[in-house]
């Protein structure tokens, strides 16, 4: 038996999560499509990977799909420097 004035973190979703770790997917796309998506990519600053992500979430905002507990995109690269030191 549990204690019930112990919080389950299996069912409280309040509870703290550790960030769960990315999915890595195979994805296989015509070499013209690709071609497009990275120079598309590269004229908005991101990876090519990052691309598709934003047009997936994009895609499944639209279509009222987005999950609610789906975090923002990660942000790659240096992180800001604290200004006010």
Do not use: C, H
Not at 25 to 54: C, H, K, M, T
Not at 56 to 76: D, F, N, Q, W
Request: aromatic share 4%; glycine share 6%.
């Amino acid at each position: 038996m549990t204690d019930s004035s112990t919080p389950d973190p299996a069912r409280d979703s309040s509870a703290k999560r550790r960030p769960q770790q990315r999915k890595q997917v195979l994805l296989r796309l015509d070499p013209a499509v690709y071609e497009a998506l990275a120079r598309w990519a590269g004229d908005e600053l991101r990876s090519a990977n990052a691309q598709i992500e934003f047009l997936l979430r994009r895609a499944l905002k639209e279509a009222g799909r987005l999950p609610g507990e789906a975090g923002p995109i990660p942000r790659r690269g240096r992180p800001p420097t604290d200004r006010e030191s």
